[in-house]
């Protein structure tokens, strides 16, 4: 999430994996949102390959499924964030909101102080090689 | 940083570009120790070009310079961060710190509640094609 210039970014790891960040997080409402895996996918500009890994890595790294497909009718079967991923989702939000906190802090305020709205256009000097 | 299972990115952003971020502090930190821009990019095993890159980009994002060049002996000469680099360096370590006050957070507590340490070994579903 954004804090004026600054950039936050929260990567939940499992094992050699990530459990859950901004890009499953996004993916987590659309899901919610096209009731779809291939949907949220397309929506998203990933491929479905990508998608699914996705959904599977989520679904592998916390207690229960975050996201449950519905029997039949191929790619196009529907999908639905379950009521245990909603909470994941609500937390990790929430941890966001949390981490942004810093913008309010004394040394937030310093940085953004010495820093430029854009780099100066500076000839950049050549490497030396 | 790591925070437990939680890896938070601190990314300051420049126009298009990063005036800071985890790869440009650490950077920043091999110049001070090594006191050389192509010796802190052995130690990171970054090619000379792309360290170079990154000072240049950090350099003209902040209304000073971090890190100056010595003059003379080419490639090897030295370069040292600069008092208002260093400055940079402690406010941008400062944030990150107040970014992990999330760790304290009921939200990163119920998080890490609903997370396995290791992926469940679940033989992925084949994606549908």
Request: proline content about 5%.
């Amino acid at each position: 999430m954004r804090v004026g210039p600054l950039k936050i970014k929260l990567q939940l790891l499992c094992g050699d994996g990530f459990a859950m960040g901004p890009g499953k997080a996004d993916l987590l409402e659309a899901i919610d949102m096209e009731q779809s895996i291939s949907g949220a996918g397309r929506a998203l500009g990933m491929s479905y390959r990508r998608t699914w890994l996705l959904v599977d890595e989520m679904n592998r790294c916390f207690q229960d499924k975050l996201v449950e497909t519905l029997a039949g009718g191929g790619r196009e079967r529907g999908a639905r964030v379950t009521p245990f991923g909603h909470r994941v989702l609500a937390a990790y939000r929430a941890a966001e909101v949390e981490a942004a906190r810093v913008g309010d802090s004394a040394a937030y305020a310093e940085l953004i102080g010495m820093l430029l709205d854009e780099p100066r256009a500076d000839k950049p000097q050549k490497p030396e090689t």
